[in-house]
């Protein structure tokens, strides 16, 4: 076949035709002839495109400055109102940074950048010769581009794209401080007696029978500062069991109370609560994912996403008979994350 990398029209192509012995020869058409386009030939247009493209980039800053005005001087006081005027200008804010540069930069190359079609043999970078032509064809690309010459556009652009992944950083920044060891601890301490969810009465050993089933918070929860945040990391499943049929670990054979057993709710997969109590199969399922754990076996995961047991308080009981704690849970709760040890 004969070499077409240039387009030529005046290049032929010889091709046999299988199985009749004959020739055929046709002109290769190569490339349309450019058709110049209106910023090419009118420096008014050119100007023009140059001033459409700059004001894109504008917008692009005056929506990222638009974010940060809702986010920092638009005020909540818990109305629903209020809140959708943040939400709504913090979106507004956010789509004219990201849509202001992106078409910003196809206008730029639609009007301004050259457009003709060339074409060239592809072969691979050898030696310093080829490296040097590479670094040519960069700087032909930057002068084509007219970003050199065209200060404008240089510096509209420069603004955006600086401005334009602040608005990301301040959501970040929204989302609180690092946990540092926050997830590896809960509300639960040694003596803490377990309680009734929600009411928060104590629950004597004598109060749960074989086969039953408690939601359980710590004593004082109620009364916490922050609540919600300590309620989902302590909340727990209480039940009794025939002491028999429990297989305790190595260092865990106290950790439970003539058959009673206390498990965290929080599910090891993504955190749903494990509310599910099979009286029969002494199973423990999650509704969000059917990750299934079985209470006989330390809460062991036989089916399902979860990847972990379900972590064990241990628990005791006082001189009153009420069932108290007798330390936090020995591991972190909840869905694996990416600090864990």
Not at 98 to 114: E, F, S
Not at 188 to 204: E, F, N, Y
Not at 216 to 226: K, M, R, T, W
Request: charged content about 25%; proline content about 8%.
């Amino acid at each position: 076949m004969a070499d077409n990398s240039h387009g030529s029209p005046d290049t032929s192509v010889t091709v046999a035709t299988p199985g009749q012995g004959g020739v055929d020869t046709f002109t290769n058409p190569g490339l349309p002839p450019h058709r110049p386009r209106l910023a090419d030939t009118d420096p008014r247009a050119e100007k023009r495109a140059e001033r459409q493209v700059a004001l894109l980039f504008v917008i692009s800053v005056l929506g990222t400055l638009l974010f940060f005005f809702a986010y920092f001087f638009i005020p909540l006081n818990d109305t629903i109102e209020r809140l959708r005027l943040q939400n709504l200008a913090l979106g507004l804010g956010t789509a004219f940074a990201m849509l202001g540069i992106g078409v910003g930069i196809v206008h730029w190359a639609k009007t301004l950048m050259p457009d003709h079609e060339l074409t060239e043999e592809r072969h691979a970078v050898t030696d310093e010769k080829d490296r040097a032509e590479a670094e040519q064809i960069v700087g032909t690309i930057l002068d084509e581009s007219g970003i050199k010459r065209r200060p404008l556009i240089r510096n509209t652009l420069i603004g955006a794209a600086l401005l334009a992944p602040l608005p990301a950083i301040a959501i970040f920044r929204d989302l609180g401080p690092l946990p540092g060891d926050t997830l590896r601890h809960t509300f639960w301490d040694a003596g803490m007696r377990l309680t009734r969810d929600p009411s928060g009465t104590p629950i004597k050993a004598s109060d749960v029978t074989v086969g039953s089933a408690f939601h359980v918070i710590p004593e004082g929860l109620n009364e916490a500062e922050n609540k919600l945040e300590e309620k989902a990391k302590a909340v727990v499943l209480l039940m009794r069991l025939d002491p028999e049929s429990l297989n305790p670990s190595e260092g865990r054979e106290d950790w439970g109370y003539d058959g009673i057993v206390a498990y965290s709710k929080i599910c090891t997969h993504v955190g749903c609560p494990v509310a599910l109590y099979e009286q029969q199969t002494h199973h423990l399922l999650c509704p969000c994912h059917q990750s299934t754990f079985d209470l006989e076996q330390e809460c062991k995961v036989i089916f399902g996403p979860a990847a972990r047991p379900l972590p064990q308080l241990p628990i005791d009981v006082d001189d009153e008979g009420y069932l108290i704690a007798r330390s936090d849970f020995q591991e972190p709760v909840g869905p694996s994350f990416w600090e864990r040890g």
